[in-house]
């Protein structure tokens, strides 16, 4: 049951009320609550099973996106949901372009290059879910000439991208989900770069994400990992 996006404070004893209502009707289903505002998350945890917050850092073409927002915010929802709520955090798909009055040049389309990374952000911090935001808008953004418009062509471009990434993603979910996690604190820290193992199958498959907008290494077992600014990646070890 998704309840509430982006609830304002005047809707909490509300949300509260639904919760509690559903959980006497429907005890088989979870109760999810996205919030923009990090202040809200703690009041929300009496409201939801799954807590998850939105950054979408992609924004005008003009300014350099902050990714590592994502890692931010999940880890914060992490703590905030400690061990009793799931955190399922919300991936930018679109272009900003989509919620402007007029059609502008100004917006950029998240790559996808930049949704994988914010993706494997947000697995690397503890999320167990993750909802992509929006299909709807996909027919907004910059068509092959980088002109920003509405066009059928637009979202065949961006549906390919997201579709890519999803299905990428889709092949190492069981090895997520085995929740067999790897200790590799021993790896020598690289400003920006944020990491995750898991055993599986017997063999370690290790994620990183590059949270910088300048490249990075990471060195495992005299294996250099070299990553992009804001370029992650999926190995087996």
């Known amino acids: 049951w998704y309840t509430g996006d982006e609830i304002e404070l005047s809707h909490l004893l509300s949300a509260k009320d639904n919760y509690e209502i559903i959980k006497n009707l429907d005890k088989d289903h979870l109760v999810y609550q996205v919030a923009n505002r990090m202040e809200m998350l703690p009041k929300l945890v009496l409201a939801a099973d799954v807590l998850g917050m939105d950054p979408y850092p992609i924004n005008r073409k003009s300014a350099v996106s902050n990714l590592g927002l994502v890692s931010e915010r999940t880890s914060y929802t992490?703590?905030?949901a400690s061990q009793n709520k799931g955190v399922w955090?919300?991936?930018?798909?679109?272009?900003?372009?989509?919620?402007?009055?007029?059609?502008s040049n100004d917006f950029a389309d998240p790559t996808k290059e930049e949704m994988q990374n914010m993706l494997y952000q947000a697995i690397i911090q503890g999320a167990k879910g993750v909802m992509f935001y929006a299909y709807h808008p996909l027919w907004y953004g910059n068509d092959t000439s980088g002109k920003g418009g509405f066009a059928e062509e637009i979202y065949q471009r961006r549906w390919a991208d997201v579709s890519s990434v999803s299905k990428s993603f889709e092949k190492i979910i069981p090895i997520i989900l085995s929740d067999q996690t790897v200790d590799l604190s021993k790896l020598k820290e690289s400003k920006g770069l944020i990491w995750k193992a898991w055993k599986f199958d017997n063999e370690v498959y290790l994620m990183i994400a590059n949270t910088a907008n300048t490249s990075n290494?990471?060195?495992?077992?005299?294996?250099?990992?070299?990553?992009?600014?804001y370029g992650s990646l999926f190995v087996k070890l």
């Open 78 to 80: 992490r703590e905030i």
């Open 217 to 229: 290494t990471l060195s495992v077992d005299k294996k250099n990992f070299e990553l992009k600014p």
């Open 89 to 103: 955090p919300v991936i930018q798909i679109f272009n900003k372009l989509a919620f402007q009055k007029e059609l």
